[in-house]
Nanobody
Framework: QVQLVESGGGLVQPGGSLRLSCAAS????????MGWYRQVPGKERELFAA???????NYADSVKGRFTISRDNAKNTVYLQMNSLKPEDTAVYYC???????????????WGKGTLVTVSS
């Protein structure tokens, strides 16, 4: 089955940078849109960055100009470069992908397990 594996989370100081990766594996025919979500306790999970198969991107106002989403289709991987981090960026970060598996001709959503990003001095 399709699996998403995240890496790169951790502790960083305000103003610092962090790079997250999420690699998809399994019986993958193609991957459509991919995105990054984040969630803090008591709040809804927020989609803040998304990228289409061909590289068109969209960002929430809260991260625009600071975060960059990218992807490598040959590696089935999506990346998130986070710069100028703020304490309010602290959250569990999840990657998501609309994946077309080999036995099917339509996409289904898959999620990573989540990785904690803590921004604190």
């Amino acid at each position: 089955q399709v699996q998403l594996v995240e890496s790169g989370g951790g502790l960083v100081q305000p103003g610092g940078s962090l790079r997250l990766s999420c690699a998809a594996s399994g019986s993958i025919f193609s991957i459509n849109a991919m995105g990054w979500y984040r969630q803090v306790p008591g709040k809804e999970r927020e989609l803040f960055a998304a990228i289409t198969r061909r590289g068109s991107t969209n960002y929430a106002d809260s991260v625009k100009g600071r975060f960059t989403i990218s992807r490598d289709n040959a590696k089935n991987t999506v990346y998130l470069q986070m710069n100028s981090l703020k304490p309010e960026d602290t959250a569990v970060y999840y990657c998501n992908a609309d994946v077309v598996a080999d036995p099917y001709y339509y996409g289904m959503d898959y999620w990573g397990k989540g990785t904690l990003v803590t921004v604190s001095s």
